[in-house]
């Protein structure tokens, strides 16, 4: 009989996290205030530190201090550093450990960014739905998303990051449909839509969708651990147990050391001890 993974969900966790890490969201490039000019502006008058230069310092020490940050930051905003000094308050924020307040401030920043500069304030709302994912909060995400998606349809990072919230959120269904759409509108763009995609299409009983889905990004991409270890737990779930063995072996070979190789090895031995 075909042994259920027990490390199904923590790959599906490992998905999700690989695909936040690799998106371009956090932190808000401070090129991209420069180039805008958003903020910076409302400065006033010459300080004692330049105003380009007092975000990247606030936003490194939100990285090492995030509590002399925060209080920067505050101070800053209080003297007239205007969006810099509001973005900064919100990563020092986040990096306390209170994600969900420094969502709701990046919500508050990148709604008035956007009524002055649409991009600028896109990508600040694309970090508070990311925020909010840290948060736990995946419906908060969806809300975020799903309100820029109104703004911008088809925003590439916004149905990605949708996905992701639906996912996280338990509605697989939804989550699907806006991988499928990113793939339409930006084939490629996302390296981990693909896993992500089978993983989705396993959970809603699309084995022979998913193996196929899988069988072609390993052509491509033959040494992937993630992309091993997610085929490993279809093939099980569909009865070939050699096949899933195969693939975690072969994960074990190729990187060893990765998280992935750690399910793979007690997958293996689960196989071992139900005489697999």
């Known amino acids: 009989m075909p042994l259920t993974c027990h490390r199904t969900r923590a790959t599906r966790l490992h998905l999700q996290s690989l695909h936040l890490q690799s998106l371009h969201w956090r932190p808000l490039g ?3 205030l420069l ?4 903020g910076l502006a409302e400065a006033g008058p010459a300080k004692a530190q330049d105003p380009a230069q007092h975000y990247r310092d606030c936003l490194a020490q939100a990285s090492t201090d995030p509590a002399a940050a925060l209080a920067d930051a505050r101070t800053w905003e209080q003297a007239g550093g205007g969006n810099p000094a509001r973005h900064c308050a919100a990563a020092a924020t986040a990096a306390l450990g209170r994600p969900a307040e420094a969502a709701g401030m990046l919500e508050d ?6 009524t002055q500069e649409p991009v600028l304030g896109a990508q600040v709302m694309l970090e508070a739905g990311a925020t909010w994912l840290d948060a736990d909060a995946p419906g908060q995400a969806v809300r975020v998303y799903s ?10 990072d916004a ?3 949708r996905a992701y919230a639906n996912g996280r959120a338990g509605d697989d269904r939804a989550a699907l ?3 499928e759409r990113v793939e339409e509108v930006a ?3 996302f390296a981990e839509a693909g896993p992500l995609q089978a993983v989705l299409l396993r959970r809603l009983g699309r084995l022979d969708d998913a193996l196929v889905l899988l069988d072609d990004l390993l052509a491509r991409r033959p040494d992937d651990a993630a992309l091993l270890l ?9 009865g070939d147990e050699d096949g899933a063995r195969a693939d975690w072996q072969r994960l074990l070979e190729v990187a060893p050391e990765v998280p992935e190789a750690a399910a793979a090895a007690a997958n293996i031995a689960r196989l071992d001890a139900a005489g697999g």
């Open 35 to 38: 180039a805008l000019g958003v």
């Open 230 to 238: 997610e085929r490993g737990i279809a093939r099980l779930r569909s």
């Open 109 to 114: 920043l990148g709604r008035d960014l956007l």
């Open 177 to 179: 449909a806006d991988l």
């Open 187 to 189: 084939p490629g763009l």
């Open 30 to 32: 401070l090129a991209v």
């Open 147 to 156: 309100g820029l998606l109104e703004l911008l349809p088809d925003l590439p």
């Open 159 to 161: 149905l990605m990051g």
